[in-house]
């Protein structure tokens, strides 16, 4: 082929020089193959990862949702005032003046048809985790747990009472 000629011979333009270029194709693919297989298994873990997150979070979302509303403490016998302990966030840290130690987090419950709230009380007297005992107390009910009693009051409650409470 010379630089008068027009004419493009595939055939000639692939058999001269064919070495050089399936070296430079072999070392073109081989570098791809480097640099975008860790990049597509790192995307796919990402998003894997992602996916594992949202699960997460709709699970929490689902099964440990946000308090609101209020509790009141006091010995199941009676002998003092009630305790008020506000509920924000997922979860509260219970440790009452009657003693003792516990946690309290949401719950969803169907009653009748309806999706309700209620919390998730469990508490130990003296705060081990070998006499920890747990129950669900529904809005507007009252449970006892190891000794205490709890009521739970949650929005629609209203306004907690204000006599003698915290």
């Known amino acids: 082929m010379n630089l008068t000629d027009h004419r493009f011979d595939p055939a000639a333009w692939l058999t001269r020089g064919s070495r050089t270029r399936s070296l430079t194709l072999a070392v073109v693919a081989l ?9 597509l298994f790192g995307a796919l873990i990402g998003f ?3 996916l594992l ?3 997460g979070l709709g699970w929490l979302g689902a099964n440990r949702p946000a308090l609101d509303g209020y509790l009141l403490v006091e010995p199941a016998f009676g002998g003092s005032r009630p305790e008020r302990v506000v509920l924000t966030g997922r979860s509260v840290a219970l440790r009452p003046q009657v003693g003792g130690a516990g946690r309290v987090y949401g719950r969803r419950r ?3 048809g309806r999706l309700r709230l209620s ?20 809005p507007g ?3 006892v ?5 709890f009521s739970y009051h949650g929005p629609s409650a209203g306004a907690a009472p204000s006599g003698g409470l915290r």
């Open 31 to 39: 570098l791809a193959l480097c640099v975008l297989l860790p990049l």
């Open 48 to 50: 894997l990862l992602l």
């Open 53 to 55: 997150l949202l699960a």
């Open 110 to 112: 169907l009653t009748g």
């Open 119 to 138: 919390v998730r009380i469990r508490y130990s007297p003296d705060g081990s985790a070998a006499r920890a005992s747990a129950a669900t107390c529904a």
């Open 141 to 143: 009910s009252r449970v």
């Open 145 to 149: 747990v190891g000794g205490t009693a």
